[in-house]
Nanobody
């Protein structure tokens, strides 16, 4: 089983930056795509960014230019650098990783429990 844990959330002021990190732990797993979603108060969970194992990134259109996703396969981590934050970015941010725990086994999506990011004066 793969455990995914986010870190780095908190309270920031509008215009500031924040970096979220996410790490997978377990044994014998192989990760493919990684990404972040977020869920703002009263809204459905929505895609933030995705990064496949071969490079290249995908972002929600509204976040392009402000958010940057990166991964470190040696550490099984994925980071989300967020800049010029505004109050609309306030949400619980969820990390996810697609992983296979055994050769020939299913590719499952593993979610973190979420971390709060609040942008407020």
């Amino acid at each position: 089983q793969v455990r995914v844990v986010e870190s780095g959330g908190g309270l920031v002021q509008p215009g500031e930056s924040l970096r979220l990190s996410c790490e997978a732990s377990g044994s014998g797993f192989s990760i493919t795509d990684m990404g972040w979603h977020r869920q703002a108060p009263g809204k459905q969970r929505a895609t933030v960014a995705r990064i496949p194992p071969w490079g290249g990134t995908n972002y929600a259109d509204s976040l392009k230019g402000r958010f940057a996703i990166s991964r470190d396969d040696a550490k099984n981590t994925v980071d989300l650098q967020m800049s010029n934050l505004n109050v609309e970015d306030t949400a619980v941010y969820y990390c996810w990783m697609n992983a296979q725990t055994r050769a020939g086994g299913p590719l499952l999506t593993n979610w973190g429990q979420g971390i709060q990011v609040t942008v407020s004066t």
